[in-house]
């Protein structure tokens, strides 16, 4: 069984497994729309125990993914352990690591996930200038003034709205929010995704609270700093050995 | 509110930029056929499309990257710097025959497209978007060149093409996990997902765990050869439809 989860056959066919759920999701997707839009409305969990779970005959790729996923990641984990435990030498320290630090940032990346999908929350709507909303964890927002910035043909170029954050009665937070400007207090985040002007100006909001982000970034960080490291080595490698090849064939 | 003197002015302003990029294209369409000739040839052409997308930085004040116009526009001249990179010391090859017409078709492609003129939504005004897409189309065109260079490995049964076939994949899948990476950076500042559950999150992910495959199947005996070769090919073919398939066929979040 240990030499199953170290093959990497393992890795090779479960991925080409992955590759054919994702396709079959791909093309399910979009063909049951009411079934999987609500899955970028709240946490992935809830989704998962009332649609996905009553509409199975279209989501089966899905439970499929996460199966797959969890043998991959044990897959990739007794690997990069048995890789760690290797004898190494000073030389090759680095070219060894390197992979080793992709695969931890890729687990990272789906710890992130499994505590986004299962944590948090996730809550969307419109409110207008002056508007005051409750929020969980006793906390409450109120929205102030609505700036907007048009262009000489009138085009928004840019627009923003003053915020307020409540937390137990207290003004805790008061900033600006914009377009890739939101903002953040305690791990919840206040977002500005876009206006709406049929009734006055409203903002379109998304409040979000993901205990998983701050591991998906460091999944990508530790995925970027592994994959650049090795695509240096790897060149550098595939270089010399391609000229080595030559000299020999006296090119 | 808009006058039709207004209208008018702005027709009138439009019309040099029209006539520019008909230019454009023009120059374009006649210098890139001269790589045919060698390699080397290709370098007036990309030196005349820099300046092209320079220009067009300058005049929207922004990345030309938005739209099939630009996005493909942009990808014909990454190839084209792939190619000139990777076959800095090759002569005239099934190469060469390969990624010549690719890059004419990828402009082809981008003049049939309309421009989005204008500058950049302000969703999009932030680096980690910019970062986002040039680091996706270049990862393309590195795919791009490696599925020629698999082309040409299986004709030419050269090893050496499989080697540069590899490089090339390795590179773009780094760049396209980076652009990946920023792309969901980019995301949870803007809407407070740095992942969403849409048809083009979707293929981007089969793109991506299809390159993760040829790349563990290269090291795995029974695999290594004419199949991952094969893959490379694959690879592009995916990546084709990711970009400009899923953009024309699905919604997704990354309709602007």
Redesign the interface.
Known sequence: MKNFFLS??T??WT??V??CF??A??YL??AHREV?AP??EDI?LRWVAHSAAENLSFTWWFFAVVAGLVLLTVNTLVCSIQAVKAKWTRADALIRISPQVIHIGFLFILL??LLGAGWGY?LSGMMPEGAYAPLPEDKALRLEQIHVQT?A???????SAEALLYEDGQIVKRGTL?????LFYKGV?I?L??LNFDKGPTAVL???K?PG?RW??IG?ML??AG??T??VL??KK?YS??KD?ERRKGI | M?TAG?EAL?FSLRLPGLFLNDLMDIILFILYPLALIGPRFILPALGAHALFIVQSAVRFGRIPLIGLHDTLGFLAFAVGVVYAVAGTKRKRDLLTFIIVPLILLLLAGSRAAPALP??LP??L??V?FELHVLLSFTSYALFAVAAAFGIFSLRQNDP?AE?SQ??MA??G??LF??AM?FG???A????????????KE??T??VW??Y??YL??R??RG?AGPKTVWMGIIGFAIVLFTYAG?GL???SSHEF
Request: hydrophobic letters at 55%; glycine letters at 8%; zero cysteines.
């Open positions: 990497l056959k890795t090779v991925l080409l992955l590759i994702f396709f999701g791909a997707m979009p999987f899955m970028n992935l992130g996930h996730k262009d043909q009138g085009f928004m170029q840019d627009w914009g377009p890739n400007e939101p985040g977002y995704k876009s998304v409040i979000a993901d982000a998906a970034l990508g995925f970027m994959s650049i090795l695509v790897k060149w595939v050995t391609a090849d | 808009q207004d702005r204008g500058p302000p969703v005004k932030t980690w050496s080697i590899y490089r390795l590179l899948y780094v996990s980076l990476i969901g950076i980019w949870y500042y803007a809407w407070g997902a740095y992942w969403l559950w849409t048809p979707l293929w992910t089969i765990l299809f993760s495959l563990h199947a090291l795995v695999w899923v066929l699905m919604k």
